[in-house]
Nanobody
Framework: QVQLVESGGGLVQAGGSLRLSCAASETLFSFNVMGWYRQTPGNQRELVAV???????NYEDSVKGRFTISRENAKNTLYLQMNSLKPEDTAVYYC?????????????WGQGTQVTVSS
């Protein structure tokens, strides 16, 4: 069973930075697309950023220019560098991995890490 373990969340003042990490139990090459989602109480989980196996990325409009998603294949780790944080970035952030192969499609989630941005 694939395991994704997030770390790096915490409390930061507005304008500050945090780097989230997601350590996978398998090589990142086994996943077609990986990403970061976030969720606030009472709301649906929303996509923040994704990165494909080829390295192409895509971001939610509100984080463009502030957040950077990257992957370190040698460490089986996905990152989200978050700069110029705003109070509205406060949420639980989840790591996501998707695999599509001849046996079908699978999606995996981490347990989440809390990010709180104070004004």
């Amino acid at each position: 069973q694939v395991q994704l373990v997030e770390s790096g969340g915490g409390l930061v003042q507005a304008g500050g930075s945090l780097r989230l990490s997601c350590a996978a139990s398998e090589t990142l090459f086994s996943f077609n697309v990986m990403g970061w989602y976030r969720q606030t109480p009472g709301n649906q989980r929303e996509l923040v950023a994704v990165i494909s196996n080829s390295g192409s990325t895509n971001y939610e409009d509100s984080v463009k220019g502030r957040f950077t998603i990257s992957r370190e294949n040698a460490k089986n780790t996905l990152y989200l560098q978050m700069n110029s944080l705003k109070p509205e970035d406060t949420a639980v952030y989840y790591c996501n991995a998707n695999r599509i192969n001849a046996w079908g499609a699978s999606t995996y989630w981490g347990q989440g890490t809390q990010v709180t941005v104070s004004s």
